[in-house]
């Protein structure tokens, strides 16, 4: 497999430092006891948000400790749109415009009063294939900047890496069991086919358009990592949807462990009482849970939104997991589903949110060092668990799954980073994954809407 060029361009180390004749002469609000945050703009990308934290006039070294503002993903197509000039565009930049007071927006009416405006000159040209350092240090801002020594003072570090990803693409809708191809420029190569079922609510047989019987999960994971609640009506279960390479091998595997249940007196799943699917992948001739994904909907202002929760399942033990990605997707827009530790960068696009890592073991935090545990599930072509795991090189960007919104055909794009895929098995995992993912929009739609033919059972009679 060979991978599509990418490259990350990420802010961080973000400081203030302004001096005290500029806290008594100007007439805003002084940092130092007002919040700051700044807006962080990128051509043809959304705008994203980040807190800017106060350090003290008399300081005169940066903290040691490296803090992500935010975070941009390009592919070598956006570059060259970035670079391409006319007499209307100019050289790219990234654009940073500080404010004084709290982020947010009251009555569409965002708040805060605008201090200053940054701006750090863009030359893409060879990022690619080698790491690039724009900015490191301080700048001043503000009136009579850089003229006296009463302007203010910014940090920030602005640098590029590469970042190959491998991008595949679903030829159809995941419940259509579709193939799976690999796009590498103009160049669209199958690697993976689905099979999805549905397992009927009245007995455990299963039946599934082609879905052959050396898939069937064994009971006691879903015992361990789910529940079966027989509740009539206002509940969807039984789906599954597995990964099988072109020799027709199974690669990996979702299946939904709890149903989604809406609540009492209602017609949706609640964040209380969440549906889940777990991702497996073979080894030692059987399936062994890799993942667990949680959803359900979550309420918003004008649209709902559909909450998930992603945790890895260390050792394939049943114990509790390794929360990688959690965050909101809009029902009516769509999005992404991302996994990406160490950003804390928010976005006001509806594509992008706040992924949170978190141990629920108290152990890793997902962004430590060290080798592939000894006891990880292994497998005929490698190790399963190699670069798949938090304690070892698992940070940065991971992978990303387009979700289309409700009522509209989804053919997930699915990128995922060289670094964290060492097999075909490796790639499977994040395939079913976003399958899942997808799937959940579905899951969690009203219960008082009706389901789309293909993930009713009586259509896969």
Excluded at 128 to 139: A, E, T
Excluded at 231 to 255: Q, Y
Excluded at 412 to 417: F, L
Excluded at 423 to 432: L, P
Aim: positive net charge; glycine residues 10%; proline residues 7%.
């Amino acid at each position: 497999m060979d991978p599509c060029p990418f490259i990350r361009l990420t802010i961080g180390n973000l400081a203030l430092k302004v001096p005290l004749a500029a806290k008594t002469t100007s007439s805003v609000v002084h940092p130092s006891s007002s919040p700051c945050f700044c807006k962080i703009k990128l051509k043809n990308f959304p705008p994203q948000t980040a807190a800017i934290p106060y350090i003290p006039l008399e300081t005169t070294q940066f903290p040691e400790i490296q803090t992500l503002a935010a975070t941009f993903h390009l592919s070598s197509s956006d570059i060259q749109r970035l670079a391409s000039r006319s007499i209307f565009t100019s050289k790219p930049c990234l654009k940073i415009l500080i404010y004084t007071g709290r982020a947010g927006a009251a009555c569409g009416v965002h708040s805060g009063r605008l201090l200053a405006k940054v701006s750090v000159p863009l030359d893409l040209s060879g990022t690619l294939s080698k790491p690039c350092v724009f900015h490191n240090g301080w700048i001043s801002v503000g009136k009579g900047a850089g003229k006296s020594s009463s302007s203010a003072q910014f940090h920030l570090n602005v640098k590029t890496e590469p970042d190959p990803r491998f991008v595949f693409q679903f030829d159809g809708e995941p419940e259509c069991s579709p193939q799976v191809v690999q796009i590498q420029g103009n160049i669209r190569q199958p690697v993976f086919t689905c099979k999805f079922s549905c397992r009927h609510t009245g007995d455990r047989t299963q039946r599934s358009r082609s879905l052959p019987t050396e898939t069937s999960v064994p009971r006691s994971w879903l015992n361990s990592f789910g529940s079966e609640r027989e509740r009539p009506g206002k509940e969807r279960k039984g789906w599954s949807i597995t990964v099988h390479d072109l020799s027709g091998s199974p690669v990996a595997m979702a299946s939904i462990v709890t149903p989604f249940v809406a609540s009492p007196g209602t017609d949706r799943v609640s964040r209380s009482n969440p549906g889940s699917w777990l991702i497996l992948r073979p080894g030692d001739c059987t399936w062994r849970p890799w993942g667990r994904l949680e959803a359900w909907r979550e309420r918003g202002g004008a649209t709902d939104g559909l909450g998930y929760r992603f945790e890895l399942i260390p050792d394939g033990s049943s114990g509790a997991g390794i929360v990688l990605a959690e965050s909101t997707i809009s029902s009516h827009r769509g999005g992404k589903f991302s996994i990406e530790l160490g950003s804390s960068s928010s976005s006001s696009s509806p594509t992008s949110g706040v992924n949170r890592s978190r141990s629920r073991r108290g152990g890793s935090n997902g962004s430590g060092g060290g080798a592939s545990p000894a006891n990880s599930p292994r497998g005929g072509s490698g190790d399963y668990g190699y670069g798949l795991w938090p304690w070892n090189v698992y940070k940065g960007f991971v992978m990303s799954a387009s979700v289309e919104g409700e009522g509209k055909c989804s053919k997930p794009c699915v990128e995922v980073s060289v670094q964290h895929v060492s097999c075909m098995e490796d790639a499977a995992a994040y395939v079913a994954l976003s399958a899942a993912i997808d799937l959940s929009m579905d899951a969690c739609r009203l219960f008082n809407q009706r389901m789309r033919k293909e993930l009713c059972h009586e259509s896969l009679s």
